[in-house]
């Protein structure tokens, strides 16, 4: 069974800085896709960025990229210039590929951005 | 089109009454998903329909859920003899036929046996 972990349960960044999330994940399959949600307070869960595992470039929308390294099975989450309103929790999640749509989630990091 | 919608946003029931949450996914996708979360916990999946067809349940769905998406479109999730282990949030969510794009989600019913 596929397994997502993300060891941080907490972590702060200070407005404009940066910060970087972890994830790890367990799979045997070749084919698969990992996604960074985020769910704002009281909010739905938005998509944040988006891999394909057979893509070695790493993801980047605006100022959220990843490092993906395919080997290690990591998958961690970098947030430049920090804004306020990336305060969120921010889950990790994994999709099997085929016909299998079904997300695998971990278990979140809850971010803090200090003005 | 406004996106995913759940009804109700949050329900207060008393155990062992029965409760049913419906969901509204976005109008062209065929792909619909129910997950469940509790405090501090990522998602948990407990099923998926393409169409009206129910694919892949989850273990964690015991016999007393059951969920149905008549005519491919609109979703319903019953929950019978609700017991207090089943106070979470129920998550809906859609997405396009297409390959593995984007599950956009509903705000989530929020259920309280008490």
């Known amino acids: 069974a596929q397994t997502v972990t993300q060891s941080q349960p907490e972590m702060s960044v200070q407005e404009a800085e940066t910060v970087t999330l972890s994830c790890t994940y367990d799979t045997s399959e070749s084919d698969y896709y990992l996604f960074w949600y985020k769910q704002p307070p009281s909010r739905q869960m938005i998509l944040v960025i988006r891999?394909?595992?057979?893509?070695?470039q790493n993801a980047t929308e605006n100022r959220f990229s990843v490092n993906f390294q395919k080997a290690a099975k990591s998958f961690s989450l970098k947030i430049s210039d920090s804004q306020l309103g990336d305060a969120a929790m921010y889950f990790c999640a994994y999709s099997a590929g085929g016909s299998n749509y079904k997300l695998t989630f971990g278990k979140g990091t809850l971010l803090t951005v200090n003005p | 089109d406004t996106g995913v919608s759940q009804d109700p946003r949050h329900k207060i029931t008393k155990r062992g009454q029965n409760v049913t949450f419906r969901c509204d996914p976005i109008?062209?996708?065929?792909?619909l998903y129910w997950y469940r979360q509790t405090l501090g916990q990522g998602p948990e999946f407990l099923t998926y329909f393409q169409n009206e067809a129910q694919l892949e349940k989850s273990r964690l769905l015991s016999d007393r859920f059951s969920a149905e998406r008549p005519k491919g479109s609109f979703s319903t999730l019953e929950i019978q003899r609700t017991e207090q282990g089943d106070s979470a949030m129920y998550l809906c969510a859609s997405s396009s036929p297409v390959g593995h794009t984007e599950a956009f989600f509903g705000q989530g019913t929020r259920l309280t046996v008490v």
């Open positions: 891999q394909e595992a057979y893509k070695q």
């Open positions: 109008s062209e996708h065929n792909r």
